[in-house]
């Protein structure tokens, strides 16, 4: 079936690293994904997104890159702040009409001073 | 108006007991989400309401589980003969019309354990 997974459970960091999640997915129809953060107790929030017609996008501090041929993305966050630790999640809506989303496992960000 | 607003955030209850979550979405939003995660894992769908027709439920949602969105604001989701399997974090987002999965908004969700 449909999954959306990461390759690392965790990744620790310095404060002024950057910092690369990677994220896989099966579904080669997926042509949208969305970058989640979670803080502890705290609910996802929306970092980025992309759709499969671009390579690249880029937002403040971040930036997400798509690989269709080997269906892998990738977040990088420049200059990791210790307010960037948190559980970074990959999220595919698209095998789900777009009204709800696939999540992975998540991966841990733990940024070191 | 504060975001999405989840009560409450901690409940404990023994197995065998009903439990009901509420959830307020952002005034403006006509769809509403329950996602459960569990630890270490990340949400996974149960169910979605468009104002106040529930649309789409996931074969998670056992006979157990109910949700509700009767005036299409607030929801509820019930949870009947709770088991310790059901031990999870609740989680409530909405979105507003024509935004799709980008305008979502978490709650901060409600933790559910079940001894």
């Known amino acids: 079936g449909e999954s959306v997974g990461l390759h690392l459970p965790t990744l620790s960091v310095q404060e002024g690293d950057n910092s690369i999640i990677n994220c896989a997915y099966s579904?080669?129809?997926?042509?949208?994904f969305i970058w989640y953060k979670q803080e502890s107790g705290k609910g996802p929030q929306f970092i980025i997104d992309?759709?499969?017609?671009?390579d690249k996008r880029q937002g403040q501090r971040v930036t997400v890159l798509l690989n269709k041929t080997v269906k892998h993305l990738s977040l990088q966050i420049a200059a990791t702040q210790p307010g960037d630790s948190a559980v970074y999640f990959c999220?595919?809506?698209?095998?789900?009409?777009?009204?709800?989303?696939?999540f992975g496992a998540g991966t841990r960000l733990a940024v070191h001073p | 108006d504060t975001g999405v607003s989840q009560d409450p955030r901690h409940k404990i209850t023994k197995r065998g007991q009903n439990v009901t979550f509420r959830c307020d979405p952002i005034?403006?939003?006509?769809?509403l989400y329950w996602y459960r995660q569990t630890l270490g894992q990340g949400p996974e769908f149960l169910t979605y309401?468009?104002?106040?027709?529930?649309?789409?439920k996931s074969r998670l949602l056992s006979d157990r589980f109910s949700a509700e969105r009767p005036k299409g604001s607030f929801s509820t989701l019930e949870i009947q003969r709770t088991e310790q399997g059901d031990s999870a974090m609740y989680l409530c987002?909405?979105?507003?019309?024509?935004?799709?999965?980008?305008?979502?908004?978490f709650g901060s969700g409600t933790r559910l354990t079940v001894v």
């Open positions: 309401f468009q104002n106040e027709a529930q649309l789409e």
């Open positions: 999220a595919d809506p698209s095998g789900g009409g777009y009204n709800k989303l696939i």
């Open positions: 987002a909405s979105s507003p019309r024509g935004r799709g999965p980008s305008g979502y908004t």
């Open positions: 992309i759709r499969s017609n671009m």
């Open positions: 579904n080669s129809a997926s042509d949208y």
């Open positions: 005034s403006e939003h006509n769809r």
